[in-house]
């Protein structure tokens, strides 16, 4: 994520008078392996931003939690801190309609949310493919640390709403890509959710792999 577009993000979030005990927690999970799925159910070509079916996320031996952002500031995240990452974007012409996603950091540690049903679809997604990004709800997590930051703010505020983007999806002529990412956006006050996706999907295109 740049930093123009956490400042921007943080600037929306502001106006929305969030408490001073949490702000937006950031996660960032990288090379993430995508399959597109069909109406039918079976693994197939992604339709693109007319896409019925779903997208299933999953992480591979290089799939990491590259980093995790607190108020936009860096926590500096170990590396090796991801076991497992899971995710099933679910699709009706493109547009959201639902999903989740779960992931099992070192130590047991779990994070687990709901994809909002109708509040996210398919772009484009200049020179490297597609993104969907949509909003989120029922974010929890098992434990404060988790993967060794303290996230206490949004721990004890949970359940959490938030936003997501899965960027730089570019699926090969079977649906397959096997190094997409996963940007997780996490807030405490459910009035903000609004403004937090806005900004994230009119900036998303400046999004680069980190």
Same mark, same amino acid.
């Given at each position: 994520?740049?930093?123009?577009?956490?400042? =921007?993000?943080?600037?929306?979030?502001?106006?929305?008078? $969030?408490?001073?005990?949490?702000?937006?927690?950031?996660?960032?999970?990288?090379?993430?392996?995508?399959?597109?799925?069909?109406?039918?159910? @079976?693994?197939?070509?992604?339709?693109?931003?007319?896409?019925? #079916?779903?997208?299933?996320?999953?992480?591979?031996?290089?799939?990491?939690?590259?980093?995790? $952002?607190?108020?936009?500031?860096?926590?500096?995240?170990?590396?090796?801190?991801?076991?497992?990452?899971?995710?099933?974007?679910?699709? =009706?012409? #493109?547009?959201?309609?639902?999903?989740?996603?779960?992931?099992?950091?070192?130590?047991?540690?779990?994070?687990?949310?709901?994809?909002?049903?109708?509040?996210?679809?398919?772009?484009?997604?200049?020179?490297?493919?597609?993104?969907?990004?949509?909003? $989120?709800?029922?974010?929890?997590?098992?434990?404060?640390?988790?993967?060794? =930051?303290?996230?206490?703010?949004?721990?004890?505020?949970?359940?959490?709403? #938030?936003?997501?983007?899965?960027?730089?999806?570019?699926?090969?002529?079977?649906?397959?890509? @096997?190094?997409?990412?996963?940007?997780?956006?996490?807030?405490?006050?459910?009035?903000?959710? @609004?403004?937090?996706?806005?900004?994230?999907?009119?900036?998303?295109?400046?999004?680069?792999?980190?």
């Amino acid at each position: 994520m740049t930093g123009k577009l956490c400042a =921007v993000i943080a600037a929306g979030l502001a106006a929305t008078a $969030l408490p001073a005990t949490g702000g937006i927690l950031q996660l960032d999970i990288n090379s993430v392996a995508a399959q597109a799925f069909g109406p039918a159910g @079976g693994a197939g070509p992604f339709g693109g931003v007319g896409h019925t #079916g779903s997208v299933h996320l999953s992480s591979n031996a290089n799939t990491s939690l590259a980093e995790i $952002l607190l108020d936009g500031v860096s926590q500096n995240v170990a590396p090796n801190q991801l076991q497992s990452f899971n995710g099933i974007i679910n699709l =009706v012409g #493109g547009n959201v309609v639902g999903g989740s996603f779960s992931m099992t950091v070192v130590g047991g540690a779990t994070f687990t949310t709901q994809i909002q049903n109708g509040a996210g679809q398919v772009n484009t997604q200049a020179g490297q493919g597609f993104r969907i990004d949509g909003l $989120l709800t029922s974010a929890l997590f098992s434990s404060d640390p988790f993967a060794g =930051v303290a996230i206490t703010p949004w721990f004890n505020a949970q359940p959490l709403d #938030g936003s997501f983007l899965n960027f730089s999806f570019s699926p090969n002529a079977n649906g397959f890509d @096997g190094d997409t990412s996963v940007d997780i956006f996490l807030i405490p006050t459910p009035g903000a959710v @609004g403004v937090l996706g806005v900004a994230i999907a009119g900036l998303a295109g400046r999004r680069r792999r980190g």
